[in-house]
């Protein structure tokens, strides 16, 4: 089941990408190549189960692909901190496992049948069960975090899950609407996104002895770049081919959900466009106005590049949370992520 890391990291990074994005990857695998291999062995032994649907959905899950991006961060701020014992590789196994469990449970909520190109577990073995395999891997990413018996990390990872939980709850109570707000917008993917990339990144920071400016600053970076990786997706959900997302184009809005470039456009729109978006909210499909329609409206506004200059701007604050660490291999590894982020294709 274990996949190769190199693979998993890169499998986004079409062609060369302007500053380093596609070293910047390279440069993610000379650091901790053996680190993700060790992560993923124990991503392996987590699907031990006595109870075959555990063990064959769990082997479906982590065999699936990702880009481990969250893990390979957390390595990689271990590395900048200097740590080098098992429990790095213990945190990156829970931040991926947690990563997953929302995925599962968001899927149930979104009625999704395809994600990454194949099946959902829903989609294959139904909502009741899926929901509990969700709940079982929210409880066994803990168990494995506490096996390292730090609180701080435990209580860190705990806050994380909340907001994720609570992020979704907002977006649920505003879904459909037409009238989200950028400010409850980016509340929204605060919680849901980026607070486990902070986690993820600070996380190394809670592992003795305690760096306090360091856990300040690689929340900082890894905040940051979590709003500058959903700011992608969403930009991904208008630009990108349906192979290379692995789910259809525009899926945000037939699900109900308004993100940066259409909140952006419709104040600027004229009653007969703003209705377009209304109807494809409301009919949560392309029956009244077509896809192609939607992106030539946005396209036609501009709103594109304005989300990706602000994907920008978080990516240059995420780098510029570092400064307080000198230079190194993991630094400029670090430095060069955001890049990465904003040139990934999927």
Same mark, same amino acid.
């Given at each position: 089941?274990?996949?190769?890391?190199?693979?998993?990291?890169?499998?986004?990074?079409?062609?060369?990408?302007?500053?380093?994005?596609?070293?910047?990857?390279?440069?993610?695998?000379?650091?901790?190549?053996?680190? /993700?291999?060790?992560?993923?062995? /124990?991503?392996?032994?987590?699907?031990?189960?006595?109870?075959?649907?555990?063990?064959?959905?769990?082997?479906?899950?982590?065999?699936?692909?990702? =880009?481990?991006?969250?893990?390979?961060?957390?390595?990689?701020?271990?590395?900048?901190?200097?740590?080098?014992?098992?429990?790095?590789?213990?945190?990156?196994?829970?931040?991926?496992?947690?990563?997953?469990?929302?995925?599962?449970?968001?899927?149930?909520?979104?009625?999704?049948?395809?994600?990454?190109?194949? #099946?959902?577990?829903?989609? /294959?073995?139904?909502? #009741?069960?899926?929901?509990?395999?969700?709940?079982?891997?929210?409880?066994?990413?803990?168990?494995?975090? +506490?096996?390292?018996?730090?609180?701080?990390?435990?209580?860190?990872?705990?806050?994380?899950?909340?907001?994720?939980?609570?992020?979704?709850?907002?977006?649920?109570?505003?879904?459909?609407?037409?009238?989200?707000?950028?400010?409850?917008?980016?509340?929204?993917?605060?919680? =849901?996104? #980026?607070?486990?990339?902070?986690?993820?990144?600070?996380?190394?920071?809670?592992?003795?002895?305690?760096? &306090?400016?360091?856990?300040?600053?690689?929340?900082?970076?890894?905040?940051?770049?979590?709003?500058?990786?959903?700011?992608?997706?969403?930009?991904?959900?208008?630009?990108?081919?349906?192979?290379? +997302?692995?789910?259809?184009?525009?899926?945000?809005?037939?699900?109900?959900?308004?993100?940066?470039?259409?909140?952006?456009?419709?104040?600027?729109?004229?009653?007969? =466009?703003?209705?377009?978006?209304?109807?494809?909210?409301?009919?949560?499909?392309?029956?009244?106005?077509?896809?192609?329609?939607?992106?030539?409206?946005? =396209?036609?506004?501009?709103?594109?590049?304005?989300?990706?200059?602000?994907?920008?701007?978080?990516?240059?604050?995420?780098?510029?949370?570092?400064?307080?660490?000198?230079?190194?291999?993991?630094? &400029?590894?670090?430095?060069?992520?955001?890049?990465?982020?904003?040139?990934?294709?999927?």
């Amino acid at each position: 089941m274990t996949q190769n890391p190199s693979v998993a990291l890169t499998e986004s990074v079409t062609d060369p990408a302007p500053d380093g994005a596609s070293s910047g990857a390279d440069r993610f695998l000379d650091l901790i190549a053996d680190e /993700l291999v060790a992560t993923e062995e /124990l991503l392996t032994e987590l699907c031990e189960s006595d109870v075959p649907f555990v063990r064959d959905a769990g082997e479906y899950i982590f065999s699936g692909g990702g =880009k481990r991006v969250r893990p390979a961060l957390l390595l990689l701020c271990s590395k900048l901190l200097e740590r080098n014992d098992r429990a790095q590789v213990t945190y990156a196994a829970v931040v991926e496992v947690i990563h997953n469990a929302t995925l599962i449970h968001d899927d149930i909520i979104d009625h999704a049948s395809v994600r990454r190109g194949r #099946s959902t577990v829903a989609g /294959l073995w139904g909502n #009741s069960r899926t929901v509990l395999l969700g709940d079982w891997l929210y409880t066994k990413s803990m168990q494995m975090a +506490l096996t390292e018996n730090n609180l701080e990390v435990v209580r860190r990872l705990c806050d994380a899950t909340v907001w994720m939980t609570e992020g979704e709850l907002l977006a649920l109570e505003r879904l459909g609407a037409i009238d989200l707000t950028i400010d409850e917008y980016l509340d929204i993917i605060d919680r =849901k996104t #980026s607070r486990l990339f902070a986690a993820a990144c600070s996380i190394p920071a809670l592992i003795p002895p305690a760096v &306090e400016d360091g856990d300040r600053a690689l929340y900082a970076y890894g905040r940051d770049l979590g709003i500058c990786f959903q700011l992608v997706d969403d930009l991904l959900d208008f630009t990108a081919s349906q192979d290379d +997302l692995g789910k259809p184009v525009l899926s945000d809005l037939t699900g109900g959900k308004l993100t940066l470039p259409l909140i952006l456009a419709l104040p600027r729109l004229a009653a007969d =466009k703003r209705r377009w978006i209304e109807w494809a909210l409301e009919d949560r499909a392309f029956e009244r106005v077509s896809a192609e329609q939607i992106l030539e409206l946005v =396209k036609r506004e501009g709103t594109l590049e304005e989300v990706r200059q602000m994907a920008e701007r978080y990516a240059t604050q995420a780098v510029e949370a570092l400064a307080v660490f000198p230079h190194s291999p993991a630094r &400029e590894a670090l430095d060069v992520a955001p890049d990465f982020v904003l040139n990934r294709s999927s």
